[in-house]
Antibody, heavy 117, light 113 residues
């Protein structure tokens, strides 16, 4: 069974940092592009970043570039999102998601990040 | 960035009837190199992650019922649910993966009339 399990969410103050992690199982993790997609409470989906199978290419949405950093460890089947300089508007459920190419066909259940003072 | 615009924001359809969701991109999603449209459709039910329904604009994901179909090319796309079932109540999103940043439409909420 394909599984993606996120962790690391929580409450953080504006300007703070948080590191999200995601562990994949049931598929060849190293063969997939991996993504972070977020959803603010009651809002739509927003793609945040993705990373190529070998980590050689990374892309970000403008609103997080320079503050967030995506990385992966294929030996551990893990994906990470280092989030610095967090803002109130970064509050959302963060989904780990993957696919062959950029078609996203597998999703985790999400982890909630709340940025508030 | 490619802007994805969905319409309507919501629609109510009787059980067994057809539901149509529209999606328009601000630039063409058709690649001349492979003649494919880089457009996907997702279904999201409350408190669940999104689920891939359609990719390459019209290719149904494995296990997706054939009442779901996608059509369109270039900048105009449609998701059709032929014979709405109660379990189809959800929010539907289109998404382009032609270029970074990947972008989603705003979503269309489908309900039972």
């Amino acid at each position: 069974e394909v599984q993606l399990v996120e962790s690391g969410g929580g409450l953080v103050q504006p300007g703070g940092s948080l590191r999200l992690s995601c562990v994949g199982s049931g598929f060849t993790f190293s063969g997939y592009w991996m993504n972070w997609v977020r959803q603010a409470p009651g809002k739509g989906l927003e793609w945040v970043a993705n990373i190529k199978q070998d980590g050689s290419e990374k892309y970000y949405v403008d609103s997080v570039r320079g503050r967030f950093s995506i990385s992966r460890d294929n030996a551990e089947n893990s994906l990470h999102l280092q989030m610095d300089s967090l803002r109130v508007e970064d509050t959302a459920v963060y989904y780990c998601a993957g696919g062959s190419g950029w078609v996203i066909d597998r999703w985790g259940q999400g982890t909630l990040v709340t940025v508030s003072s | 960035d490619i802007v994805m615009t969905q319409s309507p924001d919501s629609l109510a359809v009787s059980l067994g009837e057809r539901a149509t969701v529209n999606c328009k991109s601000s630039q063409s999603l058709l690649s001349r190199s492979n003649n494919k449209n880089y457009l996907a459709w997702f279904q999201q039910k409350p408190r669940q992650p999104p689920k891939l329904l359609i990719y390459w604009a019209s290719t149904r994901e494995s296990g997706v019922p054939d009442r779901f179909s996608g059509s369109g090319s270039g900048t105009d796309f449609t998701l059709t649910i032929s014979g709405l079932q109660a379990e189809d109540v959800a929010v539907y999103y289109c998404q382009q993966y032609y270029s970074a940043p990947i972008t989603f439409g705003g979503g269309t909420k489908v309900e039972i009339k």
